[in-house]
């Protein structure tokens, strides 16, 4: 069992950046994968960025290049820098972490406008 929480989203000009954050409790989090996905009003939910239990990583097109996902096994925790933020990038932020169930956390809103 896996508890995730997620902070870090708020209110930034287009340009600007923010930092998520997602703590996880319980065991095994190094052999989970872990990462963010995004849901707008009116939208499915969708992937932005994973990073695999070795490492890898997986961004959205929409993303590449701006967003950086990282991990600390020791701290149990995964985050998303997110730089040259756009309106476009407005919504509810949720961590994820995907083993042989699937978590998620509460998540957290990010609004870009100006």
């Known amino acids: 069992q896996v508890q995730l929480v997620d902070s870090g989203g708020g209110l930034v000009q287009p340009g600007g950046s923010l930092k998520l954050s997602c703590a996880a409790s319980g065991s095994l989090f190094s052999s989970y994968d872990v990462g963010w996905y995004r849901q707008a009003p009116g939208k499915q939910r969708e992937l932005v960025a994973i990073i695999t239990r070795y490492g890898g990583t997986k961004y959205a097109d929409s993303v590449k290049g701006r967003f950086t996902v990282s991990r600390d096994n020791a701290e149990k925790s995964v985050y998303l820098q997110m730089n040259s933020l756009k309106p476009e990038d407005t919504a509810n932020y949720y961590c994820?972490?995907?083993?042989?169930?699937?978590?998620w956390g509460q998540g957290t809103q990010v609004s870009v406008s100006s």
């Open positions: 994820t972490a995907r083993g042989t169930k699937t978590y």
